[in-house]
């Protein structure tokens, strides 16, 4: 057997397979409503499957030429740079928080294992397939049990004035067992009119559940005109 050809027969399993396994990483994300989806994921994977499959046999004529050096790996090797880029576009930052950076990694696991796919990796492929499913649910239930408390969040503060306000806001987030990590000040001056301070708090709390009772009883300080976190 040439191991530089291959059948239509095996050409269709291994891109059916890769449908197949990126669908199923693909179910997981489109139920969370993550940017990259069911159709995102498997096209990542049908396509990475498909490049895999040009590279090892595309230029199967070459194989023997004395003019011309057949690498397999050098088509699929663009894969992951490529995925990269499609990366950064699901990854989003507002403030102190990130997010994206889980969908963003899926895509390149799934790229990985449509290139595993492709060259005929089949037990690596179905074994990542599975743990990757493992990871986003599994471990996504643990991870918002025992971590999520550990987040850094950013608190928004605007004030009319900021005597004295600002130090009653410190002392009792310390009394509240809250962590300031970073506090930002900023004087927007108004025409005719006094000064409002916009004050950004990254904040960790000791658990999420006290979160909104802070919030509220930050609002009904004196000169606190909005609060937000994010």
Known sequence: ???WHIDPLHITIRLLLALLLGGLIGVERERNSHPAG???NILVCLSSALIM???IYGFADFANSDIARLDPARLAAQVLP?????GAGVIMRNGMSVSGLTTAATLFIVAGIGLAVGAGFYFAAILATVMVIVSLTVLNAVEKKFFRAKRIYTMKI???TKSGTLGSISTFLEGK???IRKLLIEEEVQ???DPIFHVTLS???PRKSIIVPIMEQIGHMNDVTSVTVE
């Open 53 to 55: 499959l040009l590279s």
């Open 203 to 205: 904040l960790k709390f």
């Open 82 to 86: 490529g995925i990269g880029f499609l």
């Open 177 to 179: 067992s809250v962590d």
């Open 1 to 3: 057997m040439d191991i």
């Open 191 to 193: 025409d005719s009119k």
């Open 38 to 40: 069911f159709r995102t």
């Open 158 to 160: 605007q004030l009319g």
